[in-house]
């Protein structure tokens, strides 16, 4: 080595001449270049490369990460490098399972085992039918394995693992050592057959001991592309050839755990009874359960989780503390006395109009969930809903609440005008409907004499003696209706209230010549409460010395009347102006004690029947006032087609 003006110079080996210590020799070109690489590194690069990616397509990344990139051989993979877009394989399978399940919940089958060869875990389900013909998956059915568990060798990284399951070799062998590694696919075939042959002779010897007559065997391939995990399926064909094998599409999601899986799966069967909704009035000298509101007609598929069977508009009756019981019975037998309850549900509001969506978030159970209650509930918040034990199977319990006896009743309603046409057209067809029903009605639910009083808004500017009612004395029903044929709207001319005030001064009087003792229902039909109350002019007073509430206590202490509402705008207790707002919803409240309904939302003759029967201080269950039950009939299909393949 020779030192020349700082500069450092080598003899090379080969033709003894001068070189510089870096680069080759400007003589003979030693060093050779390094060798470039082989078409062994270049495929085994693209095998572990290849395997990196369906790792990383099944744990959703965007990219191969650090951690798997270091492991393919002969890399790292460089930046560059494509990563191809998944191509989700299209689901199959789903009929197969799902004519299994029907057949279970048919009888036709005892038992199904489903098993799941996934990425991390190897498990099995076992799948049964419950008392009242509902697939049920016990988690007590459910067992997990992991890999390792079943192959104990597997790299403990998980990377490597996942590499090694993807079909990868990676850098470190697996088995054996760096000079000498071992296949793996011949060592990977023969640790999974012992250990499985052994696993799946349980499960067979378990399943015929189980099984009265008859049961079938499920697979669930989560990851078909990955090697090991095909390589596992293969086996479990050879060992025990299933009768269903589900996979891709929404089958490859494994953060769905197979007990959930399943539940999806069963709610797409027909159900093996009908489902009715009982304890909803069910009428005089009838047993409950003979009334039949039906939630799900036998062979019905209750369909996709949270969608709703059906949404039920109640009419509760009495207080709201202790609540009403509402039952989902399954009509399992012959006789309605010894249906068995599904669920049981004690529903607590204000009396009048509550609403509730019934779902089967999975097989055999149900979610029930509050939609509005009445109109002044706003400011309360929606309905509770209580669960409660079931009652257990036997006959009905009697009903001693209804009134056998035939108590006649008087209406008396009262209707605001003013407002658009449409809506005052609306209150005014829904008053001489409750008129002809209370004409039309039988000896269960008579009427006597009827009463209508119409009041328009005050005018503006303000006319001394102007008197907005308009009203018929009492008479008979159709002779009110007749009388009131010709009444039309008038124009709001204050947007916050209307003269209620002047409504309760009429009603606390005798110029309407009605009854001081027989009971009397008072319906108001309208939309804004009285006007609010201002110190030193308060127009409860404009024509008389008390208020209107004053009034309307005195009413209820002189005479046996119940009052329910009927409103077209259930968010006008949150009145921009304060006092309005509390004036307001005092009135709902007082008006509707005895319950409080939207307009529209029920039929004239079950709101006359909830208020004759509150007038006669009929207690029990509540009234169903509506069921709309989800479109859909027996035996419809769920899912696209390539769902159902």
């Not at 990284?157 to 070799?169: E, H, Q, S, W, Y």
């Not at 050839?241 to 007990?259: C, I, M, S």
């Not at 959930?260 to 359960?289: C, I, Q, S, T």
């Amino acid at each position: 080595m020779n030192e020349q003006g700082g500069a450092r110079e080598v003899v090379c080996p080969v033709c003894w001449g001068v070189m510089p210590h870096a680069g080759p020799c400007a003589r003979c070109d030693w060093p050779p270049p390094a060798p470039g690489p082989t078409a062994y590194q270049d495929a085994a690069r693209a095998f572990d490369h290849a395997a990196a990616i369906r790792v990383a397509h099944a744990r959703g990344y965007d990219g191969v990460p650090d951690d798997l990139a270091k492991l393919v051989r002969h890399g790292p993979v460089r930046s560059d490098t494509a990563f191809p877009a998944a191509e989700p394989l299209a689901p199959s399978g789903r009929a197969a399972a799902l004519t299994l399940l029907t057949a279970l919940t048919a009888g036709e089958l005892d038992l199904l085992l489903f098993l799941e060869i996934g990425t991390r875990h190897l498990s099995t389900q076992w799948v049964t039918i419950d008392e009242y013909g509902f697939v049920r998956v016990p988690a007590r059915n459910w067992a997990r394995l992991e890999w390792r568990g079943a192959v104990p060798w597997l790299p403990e990284d998980a990377a490597a693992r996942d590499l090694t399951l993807a079909g990868g070799v990676g850098r470190s062998p697996a088995v054996g050592t760096a000079q000498r590694p071992e296949p793996l696919g011949p060592r990977a075939r023969r640790e999974l057959r012992e250990t499985w042959a052994g696993s799946l002779a349980e499960l067979r010897a378990s399943a015929t001991g189980r099984a009265r007559q008859a049961w079938a065997f499920v697979l669930v391939e989560r990851r078909p592309d990955w090697t090991w995990c095909a390589l596992a399926a293969e086996l479990v064909h050879e060992i025990l050839p299933p009768a269903a094998v589900l996979r891709g599409g929404p089958f490859a999601a494994e953060e769905v755990e197979l007990p959930r899986l399943v539940e999806r799966l069963a709610l797409d069967v027909p159900v093996r009874h009908a489902m009715h909704l009982v304890g909803v009035d069910p009428g005089p000298g009838v047993p409950g359960r003979e009334r039949r509101e039906v939630l799900l007609e036998r062979g019905a598929i209750p369909g996709a989780a949270g969608a709703p069977l059906a949404e039920v508009t109640l009419g509760l009756r009495g207080g709201a503390v202790d609540g009403h019981e509402v039952a989902v019975v399954v009509a399992d037998s012959a006789n309605p006395r010894q249906w068995s309850e599904l669920e049981r549900v004690k529903v607590v509001a204000p009396p009048g109009e509550v609403r509730f969506t019934v779902g089967m978030p999975t097989s055999g159970r149900l979610r029930f969930t509050p939609v509005s209650g009445a109109a002044w509930t706003v400011a309360e918040g929606p309905a509770e809903i209580r669960p409660v034990a079931p009652v257990s199977r036997g006959p009905a319990p009697p009903r001693p609440h209804w009134h056998r006896e035939r108590t006649l009743c008087d209406l008396l309603v009262a209707v605001e005008l003013g407002g658009e046409p449409r809506s005052t057209r609306a209150r005014l067809d829904l008053v001489r409907a409750l008129l002809t029903a209370a004409g039309r009605a039988g000896d269960d639910m008579p009427w006597g004499r009827a009463c209508v009083i119409g009041y328009d808004d005050h005018p503006q500017p303000w006319r001394s003696g102007h008197d907005p009612l308009r009203w018929v004395d009492f008479t008979d029903p159709d002779a009110a209706r007749a009388a009131i044929a010709h009444w039309t709207g008038s124009a709001i001319v204050d947007p916050h209230a209307a003269p209620l005030e002047h409504v309760f001064t009429l009603l606390r009087g005798n110029a309407l010549d009605w009854s001081p003792h027989r009971p009397t229902l008072v319906v108001t039909v309208g939309r804004r409460g009285p006007h609010p109350y201002i110190a030193g002019a308060d127009p409860a007073r404009s024509n008389n010395r008390h208020r209107w509430d004053e009034d309307l206590t005195a009413i209820q202490a002189a005479r046996p009347v119940r009052h329910v509402l009927v409103t077209d705008d259930a968010g006008h207790a949150r009145s921009p102006a304060s006092p309005a707002a509390a004036r307001t919803l005092k009135a709902w409240r007082l008006l509707g004690a005895s319950g409080c309904f939207t307009l529209g939302g029920c039929a004239p003759a079950d709101l006359l029947r909830f208020g004759h029967d509150a007038a006669t201080d009929v207690g029990g269950p509540p009234l169903l006032l509506d069921l709309i039950a989800r479109p859909g009939g027996i035996g419809t299909e769920v899912g696209t087609k390539e769902e159902r393949r």
